[in-house]
């Protein structure tokens, strides 16, 4: 059975992806800490990252649904300040996903990883399956339709909050070191 740390800051399909590696005999560790870099103590990293307005929409969108969601999961990222309860007071990157992401994406290690923008994750479902050594396709792309309930302005100042991010991982796909 392998053993494999799953390191995402959430929004990304992660949940869904952890429930089909366990599924597929996979010991996970989740690890979602912005500060803490890779635990090397398994036999291959995946890092899950996209677009940082779908995370914090998909938190938000959460958030909708059961109103306990934003505080445990800005605990479970150990972020320096609480974000604010009302994705329209959203006005920096309470759940420091750029730091997250520079974090994990640029950490060296000499364990196999393989990173994933989900904006590719099923175009690149091939590598992915590949790297895992799992032959049970990849579960269903779900719909990223969590923007709709957005006001504009609500969404243009997210994107303003995150414009370099998106710049940076626009065209990053699915890395390996392997």
Known sequence: ??????????????????????????????????????????DKIIYLFGNPVNCVTSFYGKELKSNNFIVPHSHNMKCKVTPPRDIENYDKDYFEIENHFNKYFYKKTKTPYIKVNYKYMWEEADKILN????????????????????????????????????????????????
């Open 131 to 178: 790297f895992l050594e799992i032959d049970e396709p990849l579960p269903e792309q779900a719909g990223r339709s969590r923007k709709g309930w957005l006001k504009n302005e609500t969404l243009e100042n997210l994107n303003k909050i995150y414009e370099k991010l998106i710049i940076q991982i626009e065209d990053l796909r699915v890395i390996t070191n392997e």
């Open 1 to 42: 059975m392998q053993k494999i740390n799953l390191y995402s800051p959430g929004g990304v399909c992660t949940r869904t992806i952890y429930k089909w590696l366990h599924k597929n005999d996979v010991r996970l560790n989740l690890q979602g800490d912005v500060h803490n870099g890779w635990n090397e103590d398994c």
